[in-house]
């Protein structure tokens, strides 16, 4: 296929107003959220001494999405990510099947992230500061991306000097040893598999430059700049902090870490760390849930052009040049989400339907032509291949609500087709 995409067509454009360094930042903003601070112990737990190899892989397929979708991006410079790329390559089904993964469960993860702050900075009253932290950066974002990509850049510069401290104090106390990144009997294939699925997720915010293409200068230059670059930026980030705390901890102390940051310090012997990892992880799940706020508003706002989701959701502010229906919606919803249930534990679904939406994301950049910047032909094959084998290889649970999530999308979609038949 070879359709273009008219950049001057779309109604009600937004405003094109971030740069390569802007989209960066809302890149790390994504990607160096709360994860780095919990994830590296579950992972531990499923690979064990492998927890190294697991990150690898998990980069590996990454750089290979990254890839892909920065050439559908450059070439579909619209909002709604991977729901555009597989409904003008693949048909209309594939792109809604991206889409209805990515919105439902990244609105469970918006909620989760929420709580996660409101645990860290007011543990007694956690749902009610959940619920404050969605309003306020559903505010951020309502009057601009510009200023959201503002608030991400102070953020994540407070966060990376924190783990910059945290990594030389690791390194240097004299607690840390070599032998203990050694590769033992423990790790397994399936293991390491497993843990490269849940590592994974640290790296897929590059998405949300992709979403943004609609608001991005020159977006046919600035995404193959921005999703490289904010990828590789976090790769050796969680690179170096993985071997401080392995070093520091060992693959069986990790596994077993609550806060494996914090537990490193307080091994280590520097306790004055312990509250400033506290910080760190509130201002990293800020950050994490402001890009991913934008990032499903601007999904929503796609399907909503094309009726997917209901039509009025399409609207721009004459102002702010911001869809600020679907970025209402998706903030309502996410804060009575944050604010009633406790959802930390039931959104597997979600980690299973990223995978399934970059798988789509890996098929669609193969059929690109060569005139249309098609990256070499092994890096989509092993993108969707490495997608589909961490998807299967996740937890049980997550993998049954993930598809039970993915089967109810289709059979919305399949209503809504019965529907729109039986109209004159």
């Known amino acids: 296929m070879s359709e273009q995409p008219p950049e001057e067509s779309v109604p009600d454009e937004l405003r094109r107003g971030l740069g390569v360094a ?17 994830a ?19 980069a590996l397929v990454a750089y290979c999405n990254a890839t ?66 969605v309003m306020a950066l559903t505010v951020v974002n309502y009057v601009g991306v510009a200023k959201s990509a503002l608030l991400t850049r102070v953020i994540i510069s407070v966060v990376i000097t924190i ?29 390491v598999l497993q843990a490269a699925g849940l590592l994974f997720f640290a790296f897929a915010g590059y998405a949300r430059i992709a ?4 608001e991005l200068q020159n977006p046919k230059r600035t995404i193959p700049k921005a999703i490289p670059l904010a990828l590789g930026i976090t790769l050796v980030l969680y690179a170096v902090v993985a071997i401080a705390v392995l070093m520091v901890l060992g693959p069986e102390r990790l596994s077993q870490a609550t806060a494996p940051l914090s537990d490193a310090a ?68 996410a804060a009575v989400l944050a604010a ?23 098929a669609s950049a193969w059929t690109l032509s060569a005139a249309e910047g098609r990256p070499h032909r092994l890096i989509p094959a092993v993108g969707m291949a490495g997608c589909l084998t961490l998807a299967f290889t996740l937890p049980l649970a997550s993998i ?19 529907t729109a038949a039986r109209k004159p």
């Not at 802007?22 to 919990?38: K, P």
């Not at 579950?42 to 690979?47: D, K, L, S, W």
């Open 266 to 333: 307080r091994v280590a012997g520097v306790d004055w760390l312990v509250p400033l990892v506290r910080i760190g992880a509130t201002l990293a799940a800020l950050s994490s849930l402001l890009a991913l706020l934008l990032g499903v508003s601007r999904t929503v706002l796609a399907m909503s052009r094309d009726r997917h989701l209901p039509h009025f959701l399409s609207a721009v502010h004459p102002h702010f040049k911001v869809p600020h229906r679907a970025e209402l919606v998706v903030g309502t919803v």
């Open 68 to 133: 892909s979708s920065a050439r559908l991006a450059a070439l579909y410079p619209t909002s709604g990510g991977t729901y555009v790329y597989g409904r003008i390559r693949l048909g209309d089904f594939w792109g809604y099947l991206a889409g209805w993964g990515f919105v439902v469960g990244k609105t469970a993860s918006c909620a989760a992230i929420a709580l996660t702050i409101g645990l860290y900075a007011w543990p007694d009253h956690a749902h009610v500061m959940a619920a404050i932290s």
């Open 163 to 191: 783990l910059a401290a945290a990594t030389i104090a690791f390194f240097t106390t004299g607690t840390a040893a070599f032998d203990r990144l050694d590769i033992g009997a423990d790790a397994t294939i399936f293991g």
């Open 22 to 38: 802007d989209a960066v930042m809302i890149g790390l903003g994504s990607m160096i959220g709360a994860g780095i601070f919990v």
């Open 400 to 418: 049954l609500i993930g598809v039970t999530v993915l089967f109810a999308g289709i059979a919305v979609y399949g209503a809504r087709r019965i």
């Open 340 to 362: 009633t249930t406790d959802i930390r534990e039931a959104i597997g679904f979600s980690s299973f339907g990223v995978l399934v939406y970059y798988a789509i994301a890996n």
């Open 211 to 214: 979403t943004l293409g609609e």
């Open 40 to 58: 590296l112990a579950p992972a531990a737990r499923a690979a064990g001494s492998g927890l190294l190899i697991g990150l690898g892989l998990a």
